[in-house]
């Protein structure tokens, strides 16, 4: 089975702070994607990977940045957390495009900004 | 840009089918429909998708309407174990936009 992990469940952060989350998928896949999810807005992307050092934007990328050194791991970091930035934020993998490949998530990691 | 529309909330008995509407009147030649369930306290999980045929897998069977404005997933018995929120996507080369969803109640 495909394995999505996220590094942590839950986290609190200050105001300021640079945050780290973390992603790691176990199949091999090309492209990994970073959401957040919020209540009545469902999930939105915030940027996406194809491959190794490259990395797209999504709808949402500001305030964020991405990295991605291996193939099995893609990072999403918030410079400066602000608590506008509190959210849930979902990682995802899929071997192919996602036009025609199934994405397989991560648990989530329930981020919150005091 | 293309969007998907769905009721906030449905209700069925258990082992009865299941019908969950999905509306994207503004879809494009290339959009791919995919649909997602997400249970409680769990990343969403891959359902069915398809782009112009109904399609049919061991969770689901995907209707798309002849003109693409609308499509229904239709879980075929269902159990308490699909209560969840389902999630109408389309998607355009590699452009993911995610509906809102419906969330999903099973009366026992």
């Known amino acids: 089975d495909v394995k999505v992990t996220q590094s942590s469940r839950y986290l609190v952060k200050r105001t300021g702070e640079k945050v780290f989350l973390e992603c790691v998928q176990d199949?091999?896949?090309?492209?990994m994607f970073w959401y957040r999810q919020d209540p009545g807005l469902g999930l939105r992307l915030i940027y996406f990977?194809?491959?190794?050092?490259?990395?797209e934007k999504g709808d949402i990328p500001e305030g964020y940045s991405v990295s991605r050194e291996k193939k099995e791991r893609f990072s999403l970091i918030l410079e400066s957390a602000s608590t506008n930035q509190t959210s849930m934020y979902l990682c995802a993998s899929s071997l192919g495009g996602a036009s025609t490949d199934t994405q397989y998530f991560g648990p989530g990691t329930r981020l919150t900004v005091l | 840009d293309a969007k998907t529309t769905q009721p906030n909330s449905m209700e069925s008995n258990e082992e009865e089918p299941v019908h969950l509407p999905c509306n994207h009147s503004?879809?494009?030649?290339?959009?791919?429909i995919h649909w997602y369930r997400q249970l409680p306290s769990q990343g969403p999980e891959y359902v069915i998708h398809g782009l112009t045929s109904n399609v049919n897998n061991r969770m689901a069977s995907l209707a798309i309407a002849e003109d693409r404005k609308s499509s229904t997933l239709i879980l075929h018995r269902a159990t308490l174990r699909d209560a969840a929120v389902y999630y109408c996507i389309l998607i355009r080369d590699d452009k993911i936009i995610f509906g809102k969803g419906t969330r999903l109640h099973i009366l026992p």
């Open positions: 990977s194809y491959d190794v050092k490259m990395k």
């Open positions: 199949m091999d896949h090309e492209n």
């Open positions: 503004t879809i494009s030649g290339t959009d791919y």
